[in-house]
């Protein structure tokens, strides 16, 4: 039997990040986990309480705690990046951010795109920009990834990884809203906004990114990796399998040049290459074959 290892997640207590915690302890690993006490995690974690963005709070809430491996979900600009890099060196073996594949939004290339593709040390950081503004947050999503990664790869003594996540989908608490962003515009034949051109995308199941996740903490590799089911899925191919779930409802696109589109609708393809991920030994599902299982859970049996 392998060492139980000492795991700290640090925020991740809903959707994908609760799932991985199920699969640590049950393991058995020793989980701790840390936010700002506003859910308890599952039994048999640990549970500290402390504000990430403030350092004194973060090394104080940890005491003289070490682990094996660190899995940060919550970890969004370059600050926060700063300050968990600061407080957890020389307390961890290795550190896991959750990224994203928002780190390629100005990306736009018909090959899939790979982890060179955006290379953190090419990216400027700016810690002077409004990060502590929800709305600017909001907006640069991607950006404040992007620099969070750049501030890990200029420590080449910080033993990190960058799990570049696929657009999740899947399980009855997807708090997104977007899959009931479709439902109701299907039930209701109201029309669905898409770019003229509209570029399909990749995508995981809240299942695969919290069995990736788990798989990474016992890896050994640095630096980015793309975690995305095999094949890339069309707004279409999303809203005919809602579509099959629903009793009625007919869907309609509205074909627009400028303005807001709907959510999994991209003018620019920026699919991801999940071949390096391949290649480290994590087995990827199709996206095709679980996108019904996917619908169901998340919209449930009463459909009426």
């Not at 999740?168 to 977007?178: A, E, I, K, P, Q």
């Not at 996740?213 to 980015?224: I, K, N, S």
Request: contains cysteine; charged residues 25%; proline residues 6%.
């Amino acid at each position: 039997m392998r060492q139980a290892r000492e795991v700290l997640v640090i925020g991740g207590n809903r959707y994908f990040g609760k799932r991985l915690i199920a699969r640590l302890l049950a393991a058995g690993d020793r989980v701790t986990v840390l936010n700002r006490g506003s859910s308890a995690p599952p039994p048999g974690a640990v549970h500290l309480v402390a504000d990430r963005n403030d350092e004194k709070s973060l090394t104080t809430a940890l005491g003289s705690r070490t682990f094996d491996a660190v899995v940060d979900q919550v970890c969004y600009t370059p600050r926060q990046a700063e300050i968990a890099r600061r407080v957890l060196t020389g307390r961890t073996r290795r550190y896991v951010l959750t990224s994203t594949v928002e780190v390629y939004e100005y990306e736009d290339s018909i090959a899939p795109v790979r982890e060179p593709d955006v290379d953190a040390l090419g990216v400027a950081v700016d810690l002077e920009l409004p990060w502590d503004e929800p709305e600017f947050l909001d907006a640069h999503y991607g950006e404040g990834k992007r620099q969070a990664e750049a501030v890990f790869a200029a420590d080449p003594a910080f033993p990190y990884a960058a799990v570049r996540v696929a657009h999740v989908l899947g399980g009855d608490d997807d708090f997104t809203g977007r899959m009931t962003h479709y439902a109701s515009r299907i039930r209701s034949g109201t029309p669905i906004a898409v770019p003229v051109v509209n570029h399909p995308a990749t995508y995981i199941h809240v299942e695969e990114i919290a069995d990736f996740l788990f798989w990474a903490v016992g890896q050994d590799f640095t630096g980015p990796v793309n975690a995305a089911s095999h094949g890339l899925l069309t707004t279409e191919e999303v809203c005919a399998a809602i579509a099959a779930h629903l009793p009625n409802g007919e869907t309609v696109f509205r074909r627009v040049e400028v303005g807001e589109v709907s959510p999994f609708s991209f003018t620019r393809a920026y699919g991801m290459d999940n071949s390096r991920a391949t290649r480290l030994g994590f087995r990827f599902t199709h996206a095709r074959q679980w996108l019904p299982e996917a619908v169901a859970e998340t919209l449930g049996k009463d459909v009426d």
